[in-house]
Nanobody, 119 residues
Framework: QVQLVESGGGLVQAGDSLRLSCAAS????????TGWFRQAPGKGREFVAG????????YYADSVKGRFTISRDNAKSTVYLQMNSLKPEDTAVYLC????????????WGQGTQVTVSS
């Protein structure tokens, strides 16, 4: 089992940057692949980025490719999302998810952190 807590969200202007963090607790963080999803008002949950348990493979939604970077530090049990060149359409609640290695499933979730991009 793993517990996830996101931080780093806020209110920024278009073109600004934010770095989100997802801190994991519990046993065996390195046994999980992790990712970021977002939920905007009136929209369904959208996959943003994912990273394998080792950190060796990353995946991005086309809408954020080239602007966002996902990474993880297993020694710190933390996954990050560096968000550059933010756009108003990036406004959403960003959620961290985790799933056991060997699956394409996310079974653990944080509560989310709000990102609001104005202008």
């Amino acid at each position: 089992q793993v517990q996830l807590v996101e931080s780093g969200g806020g209110l920024v202007q278009a073109g600004d940057s934010l770095r989100l963090s997802c801190a994991a607790s519990g046993r065996t963080f390195s046994d999980y692949h992790t990712g970021w999803f977002r939920q905007a008002p009136g929209k369904g949950r959208e996959f943003v980025a994912g990273v394998s348990s080792s950190g060796g493979s990353t995946y991005y939604a086309d809408s954020v490719k080239g602007r966002f970077t996902i990474s993880r530090d297993n020694a710190k049990s933390t996954v990050y999302l560096q968000m550059n060149s933010l756009k108003p359409e990036d406004t959403a609640v960003y959620l961290c998810g985790a799933g056991l290695v060997g699956t394409h499933e996310f079974t653990y979730w944080g509560q989310g952190t709000q990102v609001t991009v104005s202008s």
